[in-house]
């Protein structure tokens, strides 16, 4: 298994020219050419960082516990708990995860959030001094600053991890069905009482609206690579050997 979430990462950060995997050897040259750039309208850096770039070099963790459905990166990591794999169902719901958690490394979330932290930190300090309860404090941070914040970022990582898939020849109509199929085990194992004003995360609802209207830029990406149209061939003719076989 990890030996299969380590091909996926691979395939995400070598299309879109961000690293290798500790153990993998530089190529020549990209295989899916240079993406950097692509991404500047969602506010991340159009060069390579400390973060990502061409030389970075990525490790991958797959943590063996069903109970857990998650999976997250940062800068130079990539963790994968096995409890989120049956969601993905396949190769490309994987890829559709994954790409999202790399996104929000291309976006430099994580000093975003570092930022965020110190205005959080110094609003809280401006009510105390005001007097105002702890508990106020706290909800009043929470709700106009932490939460708007983290939604905003989520749906920037969600638009650039479908770009991300796209450039690595992943099927994009994949990650709006994962999300849904995420919003459908969410709602199964718990009642989504609070307005989606109070959630971290998008409604999947929405989340899959929005990424459903961004496939067609998605679709053009992966219509537009010659490499798709070889790896789209190479699986096509594995897909008509197996059905040979098993006929």
């Not at 109970?67 to 130079?76: I, L, S």
């Not at 708990?81 to 996104?103: K, M, Q, S």
């Not at 005001?130 to 939604?151: A, G, H």
């Not at 970022?153 to 450039?167: N, V």
């Given at each position: 298994m990890?030996?299969?979430?380590?091909?996926?990462?691979?395939?995400?950060?070598?299309?879109?020219?961000?690293?290798?995997?500790h153990g993998e050897?530089?190529?020549?040259?990209?295989?899916f050419?240079d993406?950097?750039?692509?991404?500047?309208?969602?506010?991340?850096?159009?060069?390579?960082?400390?973060?990502?770039g061409?030389?970075k070099?990525w490790?991958v963790?797959?943590?063996?516990?069903k109970?857990?459905?998650?999976?997250?990166?940062?800068?130079?990591v990539?963790?994968v708990?096995?409890?989120?794999?049956?969601?993905?169902?396949?190769?490309?719901?994987?890829?559709?995860?994954?790409?999202?958690?790399?996104?929000h490394?291309?976006?430099?979330?994580?000093?975003?959030?570092?930022?965020?932290?110190?205005?959080w930190?110094?609003v809280?300090?401006?009510?105390?001094l005001?007097?105002?309860?702890?508990?106020?404090?706290?909800?009043?941070?929470?709700?106009?600053?932490?939460?708007?914040?983290?939604?905003t970022?989520?749906?920037?990582?969600?638009?650039?991890?479908?770009?991300?898939?796209?450039?690595a020849?992943?099927?994009?109509?994949?990650?709006?069905?994962?999300?849904?199929?995420?919003?459908?085990?969410?709602?199964?194992?718990?009642?989504?009482?609070?307005?989606?004003?109070?959630?971290?995360?998008?409604a999947?609802e929405?989340?899959?609206?929005?990424?459903e209207a961004?496939?067609?830029?998605?679709?053009?990406?992966?219509?537009?690579?010659?490499?798709c149209?070889?790896?789209?061939?190479?699986?096509?003719?594995?897909?008509?050997?197996?059905?040979q076989?098993?006929d």
């Open positions: 990890s030996h299969h979430v380590r091909r996926v990462v691979s395939r995400i950060l070598t299309a879109s020219n961000l690293g290798l995997l050897q530089p190529a020549h040259a990209t295989l050419g993406s950097f750039g692509e991404f500047s309208e969602f506010g991340a850096s159009t060069r390579p960082t400390e973060a990502y061409p030389e070099k490790d963790i797959v943590v063996d516990d109970k857990t459905v998650n999976a997250m990166a940062t800068p130079g990539v963790v708990f096995t409890g989120i794999l049956p969601v993905c169902r396949d190769e490309e719901g994987l890829a559709a995860v994954l790409a999202h958690e790399i996104g490394v291309v976006a430099r979330h994580t000093a975003e959030r570092i930022s965020s932290q110190t205005v930190f110094g809280a300090a401006i009510l105390q005001l007097s105002v309860d702890y508990v106020i404090t706290q909800n009043v941070t929470t709700f106009l600053l932490e939460l708007p914040n983290s939604r970022q989520e749906r920037e990582a969600d638009l650039i991890g479908l770009r991300l898939m796209s450039k020849c992943y099927n994009p109509g994949a990650a709006p069905a994962m999300f849904e199929r995420l919003g459908q085990l969410e709602k199964s194992v718990m009642s989504r009482k609070a307005f989606e004003f109070a959630q971290t995360h998008p999947s929405n989340r899959v609206k929005y990424l961004a496939l067609p830029e998605a679709y053009q990406i992966v219509e537009s690579n010659p490499e149209a070889e790896v789209r061939r190479k699986l096509d003719a594995f897909r008509e050997t197996a059905h076989y098993f």
